[in-house]
């Protein structure tokens, strides 16, 4: 028999290899794909974003201060239509960011969203982040927030996530 994709026979390779790709980020072998893996550079991180899959129109104002490990504000300022019953107002936050190449930051981190809605289906949520430093201060990312329902986590809560793509500026 086939597995369908809802089946939970199905997910168990999905959650087998987000975790050994975590454990690999962690490990020492990762200087072998010559990442040229450095800390973050400590700053204030200004951004504004727009919601592109599941929200469009969507737009998400939010700060991170620190370096490695940071500590993010985001207020949603403008929610479109698709959110229900109401889109939250605030969004704080805590991640770890590496910097590869010079030039691209990836971070994970928690999140904690003021409202549950058809979006985001719990308050706290695992927050990524991918973005390219276009000069010394000015950024473009990818951010997603949702609460892991593909781990296991909550699978009765909906969990189609945050994706924001938005232009940022470093103080």
Do not use: C
Request: glycine share 14%; net charge positive.
């Amino acid at each position: 028999m086939i597995p369908l994709s809802g089946d939970p026979v199905r997910r168990k390779p999905s959650l087998r290899l987000i975790l050994a790709g975590l454990a690999l980020l962690a490990s020492a072998p990762l200087h072998a794909f010559d990442l040229d893996v450095e800390e973050t550079r400590s700053g204030f991180r200004l951004s504004a974003g727009i919601d592109v899959f599941r929200t469009p129109g969507t737009v998400v104002a939010s700060g991170r201060y620190g370096g490695t490990w940071g500590a993010r504000l985001g207020y949603w300022v403008h929610s479109s239509s698709d959110v229900g019953p109401r889109a939250p107002t605030m969004l704080i936050g805590a991640d770890y960011m590496l910097t590869f190449w010079k030039k691209v930051r990836g971070g994970i981190g928690l999140a904690w969203i003021d409202g549950e809605n058809n979006v985001n289906g719990t308050r706290w949520n695992f927050d990524t982040t991918l973005a390219y430093d276009l000069s010394d201060r000015l950024f473009v990312e990818y951010r997603h927030q949702s609460h892991g329902a593909v781990l296991g986590i909550r699978k009765d809560a909906p969990n189609g996530g945050w994706n924001v793509v938005g232009l940022g500026y470093t103080f």
